[in-house]
């Protein structure tokens, strides 16, 4: 059954073991301000030993996350208060999710085996902006894989060294965050937010009508 309750102690990112490999995000850019569906890959075990959970540190700067239903595993989140209350839906929001745990699973991962896991989250309005996704792998025997190094110095798109400077920290640090790039979105996600020219279509049409 899912379970949606605070988890409680400290903060999970405390103690940590070395990571031997990556974990990686389905997509590698996607738009501001679009909720917008990941999934997070666990690529096989902690040296040798079965994954039996996940943890997973929502980005600063997002205030809406929330993990897909999943029966094979109890999921917990642990809660955080903001500095300054938003209203959302009608709603004044004065915490959101801060980690997401999936724990307690029907069956463990093989160690040579992946998982997906799933979750949503409203990217950061911040187009040109790399966006890093921390998380630890948690196996039998106590033993944990991190993936939460952050490069030295910030990675900026606009930069000519960018895919070097990514590719260097990726192959650098022991446990790097898997990250994307946000994009400016050509136009919001809803429609309802729509201009006229957007919901005509534009340049789309005049390509058809051609």
Request: net charge neutral; hydrophobic share 40%; charged share 25%.
């Amino acid at each position: 059954m899912l379970k949606t309750t605070l988890i409680a102690g400290g903060s999970l990112f405390a103690l940590v073991t070395t990571a031997s490999a990556h974990n990686g995000l389905d997509l590698k850019e996607a738009y501001a301000g679009y909720s917008q569906p990941l999934v997070l890959s666990v690529n096989h075990g902690c040296k040798g030993a079965k994954v039996i959970g996940l943890r997973l540190k929502v980005p600063d700067g997002v205030t809406d996350a929330r993990a897909a239903f999943d029966p094979a595993w109890d999921i917990e989140y642990k809660m955080r208060k903001v500095d300054k209350p938003f209203q959302a839906h009608g709603t004044t929001i004065t915490e959101v999710i801060d980690e997401i745990e999936w724990k307690n699973p029907v069956k463990a991962v093989p160690a040579d085996g992946w998982y997906p896991f799933r979750f949503k989250m409203t990217i950061p309005d911040t187009p040109g902006k790399v966006l890093h996704v921390r998380n630890i792998t948690v196996c039998e025997g106590d033993k944990t894989d991190p993936y939460i190094d952050l490069p030295k110095e910030e990675l900026k798109v606009e930069d000519p060294e960018f895919g070097k400077k990514t590719w260097a920290f990726m192959t650098a640090t022991p446990g790097p965050a898997p990250f994307l790039v946000i994009r400016q979105a050509p136009k919001k996600q809803q429609p309802w937010d729509w201009t006229p020219e957007q919901a005509r279509g534009g340049n789309l049409q005049e390509a058809m009508a051609k």
